[in-house]
Nanobody, 124 residues
């Protein structure tokens, strides 16, 4: 499966943004899909995970709980990350990835099939 993340840009503090992770080559329905972020000089951080459609549960890193929501649109073969109440510290390059094995709940055994990153900056 090939993934393409999009939706980055510039947003003011307190604003909202929605990132998209569109898939080709396979359907995302039965993959766990994770969102990750990375800033220069720091390790990549897991932000969220949504389990395969059979399960559908989602998980978030503590710093984004209550502000971020991940969801699926199986018709569009896309997973989203809706981000509200954005803070400057949320600024990063964001990546999506599918989990292994097929049909995983969160967290999967491994993350594979990474998309290219999409950058957004929270600044006034």
């Amino acid at each position: 499966v090939q993934l393409q993340a999009s939706g980055g840009g510039l947003v003011q503090p307190g604003g909202s943004l929605r990132l998209s992770c569109a898939a080709s080559g396979s359907t995302l329905d039965y993959y766990a899909v994770g969102w990750f972020r990375q800033v220069p000089g720091k390790e990549r951080e897991g932000v969220s995970c949504i389990s395969s459609s059979d399960d559908g549960t989602s998980y978030y890193v503590d710093s984004v709980k209550g502000r971020f929501t991940t969801s699926r649109d199986n018709d569009k073969n896309t997973v989203y990350l809706q981000m509200n109440s954005l803070k400057a510290e949320d600024s990063a390059v964001h990546y999506c990835a599918t989990g292994y094995p097929y049909g995983s709940s969160c967290p999967p055994t491994a993350w594979v099939s990474w998309g290219q990153g999409t950058q957004f900056t929270v600044s006034s």
